[in-house]
């Protein structure tokens, strides 16, 4: 049997919350899929809808801003994050939700404020190397 007696390989399998790219202006999007069928559009992307399980769908670039639908803090956090992490979904135009980490004081977060999707380091690995991901902030007004 191939592979008996050899000692197996360590696999680095880093984590894929969803696509995101962004633009030389600054402009963050998010890569989800919209449904032909449904009208569906939601993120991350997937294969099928879904809402009604077809495969009529396209890339969907989602932007800011959002307004924040509900949050949490979270005080015991896995290795690699630095605590407490304030989580929480944002809801984009279409009533697209995304769920990512917040920046700033959670005591001046509310329900229904704008969101701005900016990018930041959301934990470090145990080599020290730090994974970057969407984030949402507080918008400036």
Known sequence: ????????????I??????????????????GTHC????????PEHAVCAKCGSS?????????????????????LPAGFSGPLTIGYGEL????????PIDGP??????GMPLDLQVG????DEDGEPMTSYRFRPATV
Do not use: N, Y
Request: charge should be positive; aromatic fraction near 6%.
């Open 106 to 111: 959670a005591d001046r977060l509310s329900t």
């Open 14 to 31: 880093r984590p894929r919350i969803g696509r995101w790219e962004t633009a030389q202006t600054g402009e963050i999007s998010l890569i």
């Open 1 to 12: 049997m191939p592979g008996i007696g050899k000692q197996a390989e360590t696999v680095r």
């Open 56 to 76: 009529d769908t396209a890339e969907a670039r989602l932007t800011g801003p959002a307004r924040l639908a509900t949050f949490t803090v979270v005080h015991q």
């Open 36 to 43: 032909s069928r449904c009208g569906e559009t939601f993120f």
């Open 93 to 100: 135009d279409g009533g697209v939700l995304v769920l990512a």
């Open 121 to 124: 380091v959301t934990w470090v």
